[in-house]
């Protein structure tokens, strides 16, 4: 089970940097790769506009 980003994210930008295995990626709004993402939770818990969560 892998973390999704919903079309709240207004791309801040402020996860990207935080996922230890660098699942999530920019776009229009920010995205993460359910392939690489081991669900550790981080970006959910740093997301300020509570975008992040559990699939
Ligand atoms: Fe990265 Fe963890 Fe968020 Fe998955 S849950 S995208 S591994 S920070």
Same mark, same amino acid.
């Given at each position: 089970? *892998? ?7 207004? *791309? ?31 970006? *959910? ?5 509570? *975008?992040?969560?559990?699939?």
């Amino acid at each position: 089970m *892998a973390y999704v980003i919903s079309d709240s994210c207004v *791309a801040c930008g402020t996860c990207e940097p935080e996922c230890p295995v660098g699942a999530i990626s920019a776009g229009d709004i920010y995205v993460i790769d359910p392939d690489t993402c081991i669900s550790c939770g981080t970006c *959910a818990s740093v997301c300020p506009n509570e *975008a992040i969560s559990e699939e």
